[in-house]
């Protein structure tokens, strides 16, 4: 069978992001399927391809997938006019490849939502069979997080959304509460599958290369936060518990935040304005690098405003790093994660926008580094026992290609 699969944000481990989408296509071509990824140009992605693009478009292989990428670049610093522009763009290029190309069946993963629409044209007008992904619930968590106002852009992407999920044969949920979300819009559960992210162990523990930002000593607990600057993610909670600790004197205690977006300079001047020392900002690193960087650190925060849409409607790409390296998790808002750290005793968990509990249990760590190694082989174990990539994708491409033949 050949699988068209639109991603927008499509990335190798070569790239600074998630590689769900490319793990799925390696494993579906185990499984002796073809795969061709659509996909644009990702800030802190790469695709693989690196030829000129003509008339807009590059194509070529991948690691054996397809790749048909288009000069689209976008970066989550963008502003709401630019990135909307970009997913359009990208909806209409995708859609002419789903009118033109030969491909047994369509797969769309968002976000955006309107990675959706060349699939679902695709079963409209070419009776393609259509299965579709869903990351986050959209509009609900743009709406709850106040990003998008507008009654009328709110309506059409309800309508979109409403769309996709009926047009689909099947869906895929990343989380319960996603699932949940795609039920209440009419889908049978017969057709919603859960298939959450998963843990890239042979990546996070294959002997990587440790290493520490500059200024981080060996002896200080070091937390890593490892994704978008974003206002989805709340950093301004870590800079709220810098400052406590800092008032504290705990200066062994290092919070470091690597990644890129949208609110990574205001967040700097915020912590330069405050004498925020016990802070280090460093850019987006590979996954190899990134690896290293766990291997060297004392545990990973797992982080995001304090939104009710987010406790069981996300699935963070970092949480699952974390655990597949073997480093314990602070996180600090309710939901199925937490639930999941709290029950298999592999993290801390702390209330929403409470800095003073955030920094205490930073200092229970620091002080206890024997508490904190047990936590970190149960994150390890929990990331083979419940998580492991390829037993996820497996489950996967079954649910995708289910009662095809190859």
């Known amino acids: 069978m050949h699988i068209l699969y639109f991603h927008q944000h499509f990335s190798t481990p ?51 997938i397809g790749v048909i990428e288009f000069d689209l670049s976008y970066s989550n610093s963008d502003g709401f006019l630019k990135r909307s522009g970009t997913f359009l763009k990208y909806a209409w290029g995708s859609l002419q490849i789903a009118l033109s190309e030969q491909y047994d069946l369509a797969f ?75 039920a209440r819009r009419g889908v049978e559960a017969s057709a919603i599958a859960t298939i959450p992210n998963g843990c890239d162990i042979e990546i996070f523990r294959s002997s990587p290369s440790r290493w520490r930002p500059e200024g981080v000593h060996e002896d200080d607990l070091l937390a890593i936060f490892t994704g978008t600057h974003g206002i989805a993610n709340g950093l301004d909670a870590v800079l709220d518990a810098a400052g406590v600790l800092q008032r504290r004197g705990r200066s062994d205690i290092k919070l470091a935040l690597v990644g890129d977006g949208r609110l990574k300079s205001a967040l700097q001047e915020r912590a330069e304005r405050e004498g925020l020392r016990n802070v280090i900002f460093h850019p987006p690193v ?3 690098r990134l690896a290293g960087l766990m291997a060297a650190a004392d545990l990973g925060m797992q982080v995001l405003a304090n939104v009710p849409a987010f406790y069981y409607g996300t699935s963070p790409n970092k949480f699952f790093d974390y655990i597949a390296a073997g480093l314990p998790v602070l996180n600090n808002y309710p939901g199925w994660l937490a639930e999941m750290i709290e029950a298999g005793g592999c993290g801390l968990v702390v209330p929403p926008d409470n800095a003073s509990a955030f920094a205490d249990a930073l200092e229970r760590a620091a002080d206890d580094r024997s508490v904190l190694k047990a936590m970190a082989e149960r994150a390890a174990d929990l990331a083979e026992r419940e ?14 290609t289910e009662g095809r033949r190859t």
């Open 286 to 288: 590979d996954k190899q």
């Open 387 to 400: 998580f492991q990539r390829q037993r996820l994708a497996d489950q996967w491409v079954a649910w995708v």
């Open 108 to 182: 769309a993963t968002t976000t955006p939502l309107t990675a959706g629409l060349p699939a679902i044209a695709a079963r409209c007008l070419r009776r393609k069979p259509f299965v579709f992904e869903v990351r986050d619930l959209w509009p609900e968590l743009p709406k709850a997080m106040g990003v998008i106002t507008n009654p009328l852009v709110l309506t059409v992407m309800s309508a979109l959304e409403w769309v996709s999920y009926r047009s689909a044969e099947r869906c895929v949920a990343l989380a319960p509460g996603i699932s949940e979300g795609i």
């Open 14 to 64: 070569r790239g600074a992001t998630g590689i769900r989408s490319y793990e799925m296509a390696r494993r579906l071509l185990h499984h002796g399927h073809r795969v061709t990824i659509v996909c644009g140009s990702y800030g802190g992605g790469k695709t693989g391809l690196e030829g000129p693009f003509c008339s807009g478009v590059r194509r070529g292989l991948v690691d054996g």
